[in-house]
C-alpha cells in the first residue's frame, strides 16, 4: 500500500527521474546526497498536502476491495496517508541506500587495488590479480554510474526504487541481494536473486551459472558499519536471548 502511495505523491511532485541514478545523486558529497534540485521539489512545503486526497482516493479505491475495512496495522486511513506523504522524502532518499553501498564498496575495491598496484617486486601473478580487481571495480562503477540507461537494467531509477519497495514492482523481486559477476571479454554484470533464493545460490563457494559459464562465490562485500578495524573482522555487539516466558539470560556475541 505504501508503495502506490508512493507512487502518486511523486507524480503529485511532479519529478521526473532521470534513468541513471547519478543524475538524482551527488557523487561528489559526502555519502552521496541527494541533488539539491530534486531535494528542492520533494521538499516543497505543500507537496504533502497536494498529494493527500490523490493518494487518499487510491487507498480507498484498494480498501474497497476487502468491504471498505481498514487493516488494524493500519489505524486511519486519513492518519495513515498523512503519515505516508509527510514521511515520503525521507524514505525517497533512503530507497537509494543500498546503491550507495554499491558504489563506495566498488571505490573501496578500485583505490585499494590502485595502491597495491603501486607496490614493488611484486611477482606477475599477484599483478594479474591486482589487475583483475581494479578491472571488476570500474565495471561495477560503470554499470552503477550509467545504469545502461534503460528499463531492462536493475538500476534503471524505477526499477531499482521498485525492488527497493518505494514504488511498486510486479517483475522482480523486492529488496533482492546483488552478485557481481566478471564478464569475460565483455562488461560484468549484477545479478540479482531474491533473498530466500540468494541464501543457497549466492552463498561461500556457491556456484552460478550465467551466460554458458560457471562461477564461484569467493567473497562478500560488507558495508563499513558491518567491519570494524582494518576491515578484516565483522562488527559485533552483545545480544540478550529472552525465552517466551521472558527469563532473560546472557547471550553471546554475534554478527551484525
Not at 9 to 16: C, P, R
Not at 60 to 74: E, H, T
Request: glycine share 8%; hydrophobic share 40%; proline share 6%.
Amino acid at each position: 500500500m505504501r508503495s502506490h502511495l508512493h507512487a502518486v505523491w511523486l507524480a503529485e511532485a511532479k519529478l521526473a527521474l532521470k534513468p541513471d541514478i547519478p543524475d538524482i545523486l551527488d557523487l561528489t558529497g559526502a555519502d552521496y546526497p541527494l541533488k539539491e534540485e530534486v531535494l528542492s521539489v520533494i521538499s516543497k512545503s505543500d507537496l504533502a498536502a497536494r498529494a493527500r486526497s490523490p493518494m487518499k482516493r487510491v487507498l480507498d479505491q484498494i480498501l474497497a476491495a476487502d468491504d471498505g475495512s481498514a487493516p488494524v496495522w493500519m489505524g486511519e486511513p486519513e492518519e495513515f496517508v498523512l503519515h505516508v506523504a509527510m514521511n515520503a522524502p525521507k524514505e525517497f532518499n533512503r530507497a537509494f541506500d543500498r546503491w550507495r553501498e554499491l558504489y563506495d564498496s566498488a571505490r573501496t575495491q578500485l583505490a585499494k587495488a590502485n595502491k597495491q598496484s603501486e607496490i614493488t617486486g611484486l611477482s606477475g601473478s599477484d599483478r594479474r590479480k591486482i589487475k583483475a580487481a581494479q578491472m571488476q571495480a570500474s565495471d561495477q562503477l560503470a554499470i552503477l554510474e550509467q545504469g545502461k540507461a534503460s528499463n531492462g537494467s536493475d538500476f534503471y531509477s524505477y526499477r531499482y526504487l521498485a525492488t527497493e519497495g518505494f514504488l511498486p514492482g510486479y517483475n522482480f523481486p523486492r529488496l533482492p541481494l546483488y552478485a557481481f559477476v566478471p564478464g569475460e571479454g565483455k562488461s560484468g554484470s549484477f545479478l540479482s536473486r531474491a533473498r530466500f533464493l540468494a541464501i543457497s545460490e549466492f552463498g561461500p563457494r556457491s556456484l552460478i551459472y550465467h551466460e554458458g559459464r560457471a562461477y564461484r562465490v569467493i567473497k562478500a562485500k560488507l558495508p563499513p558499519q558491518a567491519r570494524e578495524g582494518d576491515g578484516s573482522e565483522l562488527a559485533t555487539k552483545d545480544i540478550y536471548i529472552c525465552p517466551i516466558r521472558l527469563a532473560c539470560q546472557r547471550g553471546g556475541r554475534a554478527s551484525t
